[in-house]
C-alpha cells in the first residue's frame, strides 16, 4: 500500500472490495484445463486422454525368493518386466495417449506399478487411495506428490480407519458409480467417498465382492455406452441389473479360472469399442472382436507374475467429457 493509499485508508480499493475487485466466478469444473490441468473422467469408455504409469525398478528384487510375502504370484525377472512395460507405454503413445510416470523420490514398495489402485479420478479431480494392506502402506503419497506437480487436484484423502483401492471404483454413467466392498474397500471408504460423490450429484452404489476375489475390475469392464464385459457367476447380481437398468447389453464370456481369463478381462478401454489387452489370448480377443470391438495388444507375460496386468498398472487421468451445461 503507498503512502496515499495509508492516508486515505483502504475501502474501496480493489483488495477490500472496491470498483477493481475482480470476483472469481468459474465453478471449479469451469477451471480445469485453466487453472488445472486437464483431468476427470466421468465414463469407462469415452476416448482416454492421459494415463499415469510406474515402470518397476529395483523395488521388484524386494521379493527375495518369497512373492507371496509381496503379494505377488511368482518371483519376477526386472530386465523383462520392465521391457514389457515400456512395451506397454509405448502402446499407448501410439494410441495417441499422453503418459506421465510416478518418478518417485523415495525407495518405494514393489507394488508401485499397479497405479490404477492408488486414485480414482471424478469429474472434478482426484480421490487419493489408502490401500488395505501393509505391504503396499504409503504408496499413494509418491501418487499424490506426481498429481500435485501435474496440477491435478486431489478432492479427497481417506481418514481414520478407511482403505480403498481405485480398481474397486467404476463408472457407469456421468451420474453414477459404482464400488465394491471387500478386501481392498472397506465400509468406512464407501462411506466417505460416497458423501464426496453426493455433493457433486453423483450417486454411489456399493455391492459385495465375493470372497477370494480382488477388484471390481476384475469382474466389470466397460467397453462403450451400451456394452459391458462381466465375468460369469462371480459379478454381483446388483451390478449386472444395475447395467441393465442404463441400457447395457451385458456380455459373459467364456472366463475360467485360470491364468489366461484373469488376463483376458485386464484390459484398459481406449475408446468406444477399443480396447488394450494382453497380447497372446486369441481366444478372447476373437470374442471381443465379434463384439465389434479393436483389440491393441501388448505383451505382459513377465508382469503378470506380480499378479496384475493392464488395467491395473494404468491409472486413468483423464478422459474426453461431453460439454454440459456449467461444465468446462
Sequence with gaps: MSASDKSTGSFGTAAYGGDNWSPRLETHQQELGKFWANCGIDSEWRPLKSVLLHCPGDELNAAGGDPDAVQMLDVVDLARAREEHAAMAGAYRSAGVEVHAVDPDLPCPPNLMFCADLLVMTPQGAILARPASTVRAGEERQVARKLAALGIPILATLTGNACFEGADLMWLDEKTAMIGRGLRTNDAAIEQIGRLLAGLGIELIAVDMPFGSMHLMGMLRIVDHDLAICWPRR???????????LGYQVVFPEFRDDQPSYRAINFVTLGPRRILMVAGLS?????????????????????SRAAGNIGCLSAVLWRERPQVAGGR
Excluded: A
Design 235 to 245: 459379478t454381483p447380481h446388483r451390478c449386472v441389473t444395475r447395467l441393465r437398468e
Design 283 to 303: 481366444e478372447f480377443q476373437n470374442e471381443f472382436e465379434k463384439l465389434g470391438i479393436d483389440c491393441l495388444t501388448s505383451p505382459t507375460d513377465e508382469l
